[in-house]
């Protein structure tokens, strides 16, 4: 198992095909056969076979049992190791989350904690240290054998520089400002972790199982305090020079929303609002989206307002980009149909007739897990690239030789 792994550090071309093994069976819902790999990746039968006897031997792969016949001989599939697991966790403006995923994207365990960033770096990174711990002791309870787990990914609701992990200028807090939460994170865990910004991982996790995995060019808008977009060009997540891809110039999130809300509620001209706040009601975009599904006009006004901005500034993204598909995302989207039509009717009639002529704007299926399943996406990403291959199979095979001694 230590030889494969050394192999593979040294020989590039060898880890490279790997990782596109690796990659194919990624891809797949339950493993893939040799036969599969071989059309996947354009490799030879003898160098398909090769390096699946390698990751399996490093302790990446295993095989599971046989596919239905065709017809010929039954073929075997291969899919990654079911003990191996990484940590997907979310740091949101109200809460943290923490996951224990399979390396296939299976939820195992998974908690939320009500928690605002307003409470700054130090309670936040702690508590969520505390809740992964939890949420690894419940999985490995669970299981049935040992689980090892690989890297820990993490979503944060603010800019984030990917090289580094390190947060830059959040909003929210001025302590959040340049916070090691990668680094921190793997110390913690003792294995590698990434941390980006949750919009990048919704984008990445619609690319994987959602809306955007049946195209090459996506865009995901997630419309929550603030507005910001995740871009897959060419099923790739493009982050730009710095990591901060995506920012969008709009005041129309939710914050602006319950802002003009509360105006109205504190005038009075919202009969529907005012009420809502003398019954002890936080004014929030949530609220808003409430009463405006119930009929109030003045709240539907402000929704309608608020998607007409956010579909102006799409519009000039759909041109510039030309995605396939836009996925509409976050607490203020689910302002109901009328949200997502203005968006539409704005996009459509701004927009270049051909870059609208076959885009889809559809809501996530994904939901409240995007951010997790995208954290899990990119762990695993990372993990099984040309570039980290090398170092995980280095990793399964020191944390056999432990096994093996105790």
């Not at 999130?253 to 019954?279: N, V, Y």
Request: charged share 20%.
């Amino acid at each position: 198992m230590n030889d494969a792994a050394a192999r593979g550090r040294g020989d590039g071309g060898a880890i490279a095909s790997a990782a596109a093994v690796a990659g194919v069976i990624r891809a797949a819902a339950d493993g893939a056969s040799r036969t599969e790999i071989g059309a996947g990746t354009g490799l030879s039968k003898a160098i398909v076979s090769e390096r699946v006897r390698a990751l399996v031997d490093a302790g990446l792969l295993e095989e599971a049992g046989e596919f239905g016949s065709t017809g010929g001989r039954r073929a075997t599939r291969v899919r990654f190791r079911s003990d191996l697991v990484v940590v997907a966790a979310e740091i949101a403006m109200t809460h943290v989350r923490a996951a224990v995923v399979t390396l296939p994207g299976r939820i195992l365990t998974d908690e939320k904690l009500p928690l605002s960033m307003h409470e700054g770096p130090d309670r936040v990174l702690a508590e969520l240290e505390r809740l992964i711990e939890r949420q690894l002791q419940r999985a490995r309870d669970d299981a049935a054998a040992p689980l090892t787990l690989c890297g820990v990914g993490v979503g944060i609701a603010g800019p984030v520089e990917f090289a580094t992990g390190r947060t830059v200028h959040p909003p929210v807090h001025p302590d959040w400002h340049d916070q090691p939460v990668r680094d921190r994170l793997a110390v913690r865990f003792g294995v590698p972790a990434w941390a980006d910004n949750e919009v990048n991982l919704m984008a990445l996790a619609e690319q994987h199982r959602g809306a955007g995995a049946e195209v090459a060019d996506s865009l995901v808008v997630k419309i929550g305090s603030w507005v910001g977009a995740g871009l897959i060009s060419n099923r790739r997540l493009h982050r730009g020079a710095q990591g901060c891809a995506g920012s969008l110039v709009t005041t129309a999130g939710g914050d602006d929303i319950a802002a003009r809300a509360e105006l109205l509620a504190i005038s009075g001209q919202s009969p529907a609002l005012q009420a809502a706040a003398a019954a002890g009601r936080t004014v929030t975009a949530q609220l808003v989206a409430e009463l405006a599904q119930l009929g109030d006009d003045d709240c539907r006004r402000i929704l309608a307002e608020a998607a007409e901005d956010i579909g102006t500034v799409l519009s000039v993204l759909v041109d510039f980009f030309n995605p396939a598909v836009v996925v509409v995302t976050g607490g203020v989207a689910s302002g109901g149909g009328a949200f997502l039509a203005r968006i539409r009717e704005t996009v459509y009639g701004r927009s270049l007739a051909l870059a609208t002529r076959d885009l889809r704007i559809v809501p996530s299926d994904l939901g409240d897990d995007a951010a997790i399943l995208g954290a899990a996406a990119m762990t695993v990403d990372e993990l099984t690239s040309a570039g980290g291959l090398g170092d995980t199979l280095a990793r399964l095979g020191a944390a056999a030789t432990r096994t093996g001694a105790e």
